[in-house]
T-cell receptor, first 109, second 116 residues
Framework: SQELEQSPQSLIVQEGKNLTINCTSS?????LYWYKQKYGEGLIFLMM?????EEKSHEKITAKLDEKKQQSSLHITASQPSHAGIYLC?????????FGAGTRLTVKP | GAVVSQHPSWVICKSGTSVKIECRSL??????MFWYRQFPKQSLMLMAT?????????EQGVEKDKFLINHASLTLSTLTVTSAHPEDSSFYIC????????????FGSGTRLTVV
């Protein structure tokens, strides 16, 4: 099955700073999803990428999928405390979705 | 948009009892439903996949007799944790996918199970 590696595992940034989270797949990605979660709560859908080189933005969050469709990045500009949480990348794998280990983001005011 | 309702949101049960968690797709037909488990500070781990009217497909290491999954209709799937033990305490979350690819995967809000 597909394996997704996320990095870093955790990240602490000062409010206002930019940050990037990476997600690398062992196979070609046919659908890459980014979610945000606080443990014990549901997932908040952020973005879905399908095409090589695709880039999507929503407010201060931008997600990209590389041309080879094996790596995706999530970039947050001018981070705020409200961005804190666990960010998960998920990928379509043989008709089910599997997740990376997650990145725990802390934003210090 | 597509909505999946999961309940209960939290449950506490005694060791040895069974607990049922429901997952309903409210405005679309969920041809496939997925059940995940999440332990503290860990990611979501897929437990099983079920297609409407078929037996669930379990991931390696997940006991099918302990985690009973029923997907009897296109809008409802249930996960029953049988003879629960404290080590089954976890956050369980379902996801549903409809026939239309535009819906993608829609997640329920999760159930926090505590077995005492």
């Amino acid at each position: 099955s597909q394996e997704l590696e996320q990095s870093p595992q955790s990240l602490i940034v000062q409010e206002g700073k930019n940050l990037t989270i990476n997600c690398t797949s062992s196979k070609t990605l046919y659908g890459l999803y980014w979610y945000k979660q606080k443990y014990g709560e549901g997932l908040i859908f952020l973005m879905m990428l399908q095409k090589g080189g695709e880039e999507k933005s929503h407010e201060k969050i931008t997600a990209k999928l590389d041309e080879k469709k094996q790596q995706s990045s999530l970039h947050i500009t001018a981070s705020q405390p409200s961005h804190a949480g666990i960010y998960l990348c998920g990928a379509d794998d043989n008709n089910d979705m599997r997740f990376g280990a997650g990145t725990r983001l802390t934003v210090k005011p | 948009g597509a909505v999946v309702s999961q309940h209960p949101s939290w449950v506490i049960c005694k060791s040895g009892t069974s607990v049922k968690i429901e997952c309903r797709s409210l405005d679309f037909q969920a041809t496939t439903m997925f059940w995940y488990r999440q332990f503290p500070k860990q990611s979501l781990m897929l437990m099983a996949t079920s297609n409407e009217g078929s037996k669930a497909t379990y991931e390696q290491g997940v006991e099918k007799d302990k985690f009973l999954i029923n997907h009897a209709s296109l809008t409802l799937s249930t996960l029953t944790v049988t003879s629960a033990h404290p080590e089954d305490s976890s956050f369980y979350i379902c996801s549903a996918r409809g026939r239309s690819t535009s819906y993608g995967y829609t997640f329920g809000s999760g159930t926090r199970l505590t077995v005492v």
